[in-house]
């Protein structure tokens, strides 16, 4: 046996060894495909994507991470933020999921900092005090034991353009919808993988919650298609066959790969990491589509929305008298009501009852910023002049404000219409961020008399603290590090943007739950049971309208070594499981880290 053999049996016994264990539930094609796919991440640790520290984590990164921008539109300058968080097991053929947050607008950043990522985020002690406010050295980053990254690798991704740190420099990017944001993310992955060649063979799961219950369905329906046309010409090469990506007409063919983040392309944090800039040009996209996972997912008008007077109602926290009213007077069609109607003010009564809850949790606190111990202080019950979450909700806006609001809206028009008038799209897109910031003008952002002009503001989950990652996000520093974007270019980093106005297209998630379904896609439904904003009522009410076979029949399920139930769950034909995470709210991962790691576990391993 040479030395060079002896060098690569390890290696080689290693890979063939995790694919003799899935050949049980992988098909040929698939095996064939990740033997030929699936190798060692091959990126140099001095290439100019790779995260070799972070600012407030002392010790060595817990496994690989890789940061930067995946270019759209190269006229436009839109730009799409990743950062990728290799799998820290040894074991071969770990998964890659693709996180999505929702909102829509809302940063994944923020899920890697408060749900799944690799760190907890803390102030250290006596840094919070009254009268002080906290500066990034005073964030300290502890390892998560909850981190998905102990289970497959995890790329969150800043989607669409004006979230979070992806940004355009053409306000009219700004202006977006379903289609058009899922069409980037097909755009992106494709050169995301000719980035990364060696993850494209992996298991491929898409993943997100609250309105990524629209992203998720969509964007893996359209890799399905493509999985489809891999199956069907699996005699062609790699490369030797190309074709458009769908819908998508900035796309142009292109015969064979090339890597594209070249080493001197980062510079500064003024010139952020980003993918090749020769035109959008890829080859042919192998993607190994294995499955989805939704977590308190905006999925129907009809069932999201009932399923919210039924969760109250259910839970205790309106009385018979105010459930009556408002079912009688909305005919339990809550969703569709016209402000200002009788049903309108039937559902503004049940938010003045329920009263300044957490309604993304309602076993948790409220804070806000403006209370001086740093307690549960809570906003203004709701009333008619200030419509509450319900009514947000059920009219598919924004769920954690208002966006497509009249306020919102004549905003927006304004914005474009100074962006019109001065002709500078670089002005127009500075001044959209920085009244989304909220903050002093010297610093990237627009004074408080420019907002009231505009009449919107930045804004933050309701009742959340993310005092730690508007600190730490929003330090040049760090920015450096993560390979983001400096503030003349994307603005403050914001847990969700104000910059956006979007449009709801896609209509019901039915369809395209049933589609996959019935192509054999593997689903995880998962509903935290304490959320009041996308309530696990309304969910379990549209798995079942699904009309599918149970294949395991509802029961409890519990984290391996534990007694305790942590939730229920369902199985039905076709590969979608359903299950609930008790105590959990809308944020399953930052609610129940523990049982949602747990739950994912078991779910990848087909125990739940």
Request: hydrophobic share 35%; charged share 20%; with cysteine.
């Amino acid at each position: 046996m040479s030395q060079s053999f002896q060098g690569w049996f390890p290696l080689v016994l290693c890979v063939l060894t995790g694919l003799w264990t899935k050949a049980t539930s992988l098909g040929f094609q698939d095996i064939l495909h990740q033997i030929k796919h699936t190798m060692p991440l091959k990126t140099d640790r001095s290439t100019a994507t790779e995260v070799l520290s972070l600012p407030g984590y002392r010790h060595t990164l817990p496994s690989r991470h890789f940061a930067g921008y995946v270019t759209l539109d190269e006229h436009h300058n839109r730009q799409l933020y990743y950062y990728l968080v290799t799998c820290e097991s040894p074991e071969p053929l770990r998964p890659l999921i693709v996180w999505l947050t929702g909102g829509p607008g809302c940063s994944s950043m923020d899920a890697f900092t408060y749900e799944n990522g690799p760190f907890k985020f803390s102030f250290r002690d006596g840094s919070n005090t009254s009268g002080r406010s906290p500066t990034v050295s005073d964030v300290v980053l502890s390892l998560n034991p909850y981190r998905w990254s102990q289970t497959a690798h995890v790329l969150y991704i800043d989607s669409p353009a004006g979230t979070g740190f992806s940004y355009s420099t053409v306000a009219d990017d700004y202006w977006t919808n379903d289609q058009r944001t899922i069409d980037d993310l097909e755009l992106f992955l494709a050169k995301f993988f000719v980035d990364y060649p060696h993850l494209r063979g992996l298991q491929l799961y898409v993943a997100g919650e609250s309105y990524a219950g629209v992203y998720v369905p969509l964007l893996a329906e359209r890799l399905l298609q493509y999985k489809r046309q891999q199956r069907s010409s699996s005699g062609s090469a790699l490369g030797s066959a190309s074709f458009s990506i769908h819908n998508h007409k900035d796309l142009i063919q292109f015969q064979g790969s090339q890597a594209s983040n070249r080493a001197g392309q980062h510079g500064s944090h003024d010139k952020p990491v980003k993918s090749t800039d020769s035109g959008v040009a890829l080859h042919t996209t192998m993607y190994n589509l294995a499955g989805y996972i939704l977590g308190n997912a905006v999925t129907d008008d009809y069932y999201d929305g009932n399923g919210q007077l039924e969760f109250a109602y259910g839970l205790g926290l309106i009385d018979p008298d105010t459930y009556q009213d408002a079912h009688s007077i909305c005919k339990r069609n809550y969703w569709n009501m016209t402000q200002g109607s009788p049903c309108s003010n039937a559902l503004d009564e049940v938010q003045f009852v329920m009263g300044p809850l957490n309604q993304y949790d309602i076993l948790g606190t409220c804070f806000a910023q403006n209370d001086s111990n740093d307690q549960a202080s809570v906003p203004q019950p709701q009333t008619a002049r200030n419509p509450g979450i319900l009514q947000v909700t059920v009219s598919r806006l924004l769920l954690t404000g208002s966006r497509d609001s009249l306020a919102g809206n004549e905003c927006n028009k304004r914005r474009k219409q100074e962006v019109a008038q001065k002709g500078s799209a670089a002005e127009g897109i500075q001044c959209s961020r920085d009244m989304a910031s909220g903050a002093d003008s010297t610093r990237g952002s627009a004074s408080s008399s420019s907002r009231a002009r505009y009449g919107c503001l930045g804004h933050t989950i309701d009742c959340a603290d993310r005092r730690h990652a508007l600190v730490y996000y929003n330090d040049p520093d760090v920015r450096k590090a993560i390979h983001a974007a400096s503030f003349d270019s994307a603005g403050r980093w914001e847990p969700c943007s104000d910059t956006l106005h979007y449009t709801h297209t896609a209509g019901s998630m039915l369809p395209i739950h049933k589609s996959l379904n019935a192509a054999g896609v593997r689903a995880l439904v998962l509903s935290g049971d304490h959320d009041f904003v996308v309530p696990f009522t309304g969910t379990r009410a549209w798995v079942y309208s699904l009309g599918l076979e149970q294949r395991k029949g509802w029961h409890s399920w519990n984290v391996p070594g534990s007694k305790q139930v942590a939730g229920y769950a369902v199985e039905f034909e076709g590969g979608l499981t359903f299950a609930t995470v008790k105590g959990a709210g809308h944020m399953v991962p930052q609610t129940k880290p523990k049982e949602a790691l747990a739950l994912l576990q078991l779910w990848f391993s087909r125990q739940l």
